[in-house]
């Protein structure tokens, strides 16, 4: 059973949808308004918000922007009828999870929810992911290498730790754009060259290997 938050400010809409979620066996709080999602994700504490954009008081890019600033790996599904690519790219850049447009099939987004939170593993989470001499620190979304500490942004984050966990293969940009930003679909964007390039700006010495014509490569060493 994993916690969620609906925030949508179309009354019937957030009903249907708390009824669906629960009945898929979630416990479901909602919200209506961008400040009262705001004072929801600062009383509690949630496996995925399911957020709309057009809300308000404050839209929905401020309410995504405050929960990852306050709880970094705060998980977030867009669900908008807002389903231009610039917009698409900006929720995943502010560190959305996955992107459903509306209107949608509920079966799909039961599943895209589950997907979501099928990552969570049960009892106490590893703390640290280790490859060669690099640490990355999965709670605080820090690099450790040559005694510097490195924060890095979310996505940064969730793209290296792929990168890591996959050490020594190649990883296509459409693996990376699927497996961290949550899309198959060509977003119109160097998302994740640009992503790349952020992290080689920040990390002292070389750690992310260019295979032409295929994609990326961690290197152990």
């Not at 999965?138 to 792929?162: A, K, N, Y």
């Not at 964007?189 to 070389?206: H, Q």
């Amino acid at each position: 059973m994993a916690r969620l938050l609906v925030v949508e400010d179309e009354a019937r809409l957030r009903a249907y949808l708390k009824r669906a979620l629960e009945a898929d066996g979630h416990t479901v709080d909602s919200a209506g308004t961008g400040p009262d999602a705001l004072l929801r994700l600062r009383d509690g504490e949630f496996d995925l918000v399911v957020l709309d954009l057009m809300l308000p008081g404050c839209d929905g890019f401020e309410v995504m922007r405050h929960a990852i600033d306050h709880r970094p790996g705060q998980r977030v599904l867009v669900l908008s009828a807002v389903m231009d690519v610039s917009t698409r790219v900006r929720c995943l850049r502010l560190g959305a999870v996955d992107f459903l447009g509306k209107p949608f099939a509920t079966a799909e987004l039961l599943e895209r929810v589950r997907t979501r939170l099928r990552s969570i593993a049960p009892g106490l989470p590893q703390r640290w992911l280790h490859v060669g001499e690099v640490t990355l620190d999965l709670e605080r979304q820090t690099l450790r290498l040559d005694g510097q500490e490195i924060p890095l942004s979310h996505r940064e984050f969730m793209l290296l730790g792929h990168l890591m966990r996959r050490a020594g293969a190649v990883c296509s940009r459409h693996e990376l754009l699927a497996g961290v930003w949550g899309h198959t679909d060509d977003l119109g964007s160097n998302v994740v060259d640009a992503t790349v390039r952020r992290i080689r700006g920040k990390v002292p010495r070389p750690v992310i290997e260019t295979v032409r014509n295929a994609g990326y490569t961690f290197r152990a060493g």
